[in-house]
């Protein structure tokens, strides 16, 4: 739906589909419930997840031209896809392997601009559309820091190669389509700063050139085509893992007149760990309750002196709940961004409110969409219906709008 900041969905890597027809079957379930609760008389978009097998299903002419006609009945629309997970994201073990295909990859890239060739299909000629992806890899499969610079490189290039066929796209038809790098903990890229290294020190430097080459164009229009199909995705949750100042990295983004692909609305856990004994018992068992197999769960510590200990998973950082001088842990559980406390804990749900209020200072993007994947996995007290769940969400998101 289209709101005083932008067009507002939900992204639905929430389902548990494991190819196109149960991802059909799912959104035919559920998402009527969603409109009708959120956005009953106005289109109502929707973030649209595919997997690897589901996309290459979506290629079939017969689908596609189903799932448009299917869109059109319910006055949906999609203006943005997450193609950060390539294989199964549900009822299997995920942890590092979301990162699996990686950047380093053909078969990211074939993927990806699949992704791209099956959204400008669904695109209306009149609005932009981006696709979330992986910070390139995982860093932690890197043994050295030369590994880790040629698997950087040979990412870089592979995402270039996607780029160039979104400046096709463009010139023939017209859409703007914008691939949206997602920064998380762990990541080859893990924070706005590392993107906006990366993006100057590395897509500009490799990129240029290709751009130059293949498009006969200047140095300066170069950058400009890759300043406008490469994009970040702001998720709000990695963001404020990192302890990150949004304040100051919008404004960064804004110097370096780098853009936002879209705002991912999300919540992590967090905790002030100066407390009493008894009080810090219960938060660690708090934490240990959110402890689960599917998907990694980092946690970053800040220490009293200001510096950040990452752990890579929950139990490495419950094995290491005593460190000294930590001050507070926060981990990455997308959790339901409707809450502000569970049990003990508290979550950054401040931040998403941080983060609105910029956006409706700045307008730094159009595409925002609450991403809350966790639903099958979070403890059963906190967990609704799931389209009851979404569309919580989506209307403490759209109050949070109407309050601004």
């Known amino acids: 739906m ?46 649209l997840r595919l997997s690897h097998s589901a996309s290459l299903e979506l290629q079939n002419e017969d689908k596609l031209a189903a799932f448009i006609a299917w869109l059109k009945a319910q006055n949906a629309y999609v203006f943005t896809m997450n193609g ?41 000629d009149e609005q932009e559309r981006g696709i979330s992806t992986s910070p390139l890899s995982y860093r932690h499969w890197f043994k050295t820091q030369e590994d880790l610079k040629a698997a950087s490189k040979a990412a870089t290039l592979n995402i270039i190669a996607v780029l160039k066929t979104l400046v096709y796209i463009g010139r023939q038809t017209g859409k ?24 100057e020190q590395e897509l500009l430097v490799l990129g240029i050139p290709e751009i130059i080459a293949e498009f006969q164009v ?19 949750c990695h963001f404020s893992i990192g302890y990150e100042n949004h304040r100051e990295m919008i404004a960064a983004l804004k110097a370096k007149d780098l853009r936002v692909g879209k705002i991912q609305i999300s919540a992590a856990l967090k905790a002030n760990l100066k407390t009493g004994i008894e009080e810090r018992q219960a938060i660690k068992n708090s934490f240990a309750e959110f402890n689960e197999p599917t998907y990694l769960h980092q946690v970053v510590a800040v220490k009293e002196d200001g510096t950040l200990l990452r752990y890579p998973d929950l139990p490495e950082a419950l094995a290491d709940f005593d460190h000294a001088d930590v001050r507070e842990w926060r981990a990455h559980f997308h959790v339901p961004v409707a809450l502000s406390n569970i049990n003990v804990l508290q979550t950054t749900q401040s931040d998403i409110m941080e983060v609105l209020k910029l956006q409706k200072e700045y307008q730094f993007t159009n595409h ?32 949070q709008i109407d309050q601004l």
């Open 368 to 399: 925002l969409e609450v991403e809350t994947y966790t639903w099958e996995v979070l403890p059963e007290a906190i967990k609704l219906p799931i389209s009851t769940s979404i569309s919580k969400e989506l209307n403490w998101v759209i109050n």
């Open 176 to 199: 703007y389509l914008h691939l949206d790098l997602e920064p998380e903990p762990d990541g080859i890229i893990e924070t706005g700063l590392e993107y906006i290294a990366w993006f």
């Open 84 to 124: 950060f997970p390539y294989g199964e994201f549900h009822h299997t073990v995920v942890k590092a392997d979301v990162h699996t295909p990686d950047w380093t990859s053909a078969e990211r890239r074939e993927y990806t601009i699949r992704l791209f060739k099956i959204l400008s299909r669904l695109l209306p």
């Open 2 to 47: 289209k709101t005083q900041l932008g067009h507002l969905t939900y992204c639905t890597n929430i389902h548990a589909g494991k190819n196109w027809a149960e991802d059909f079957e799912i959104l035919q379930q559920h998402y009527p419930e969603i409109k009708q609760s959120v956005s009953a008389e106005t289109p109502l978009g929707i973030g």
């Open 218 to 236: 200047s140095a300066a229009e170069a950058e400009s085509l890759l300043k406008k199909h490469l994009c970040l995705c702001y998720d709000v």
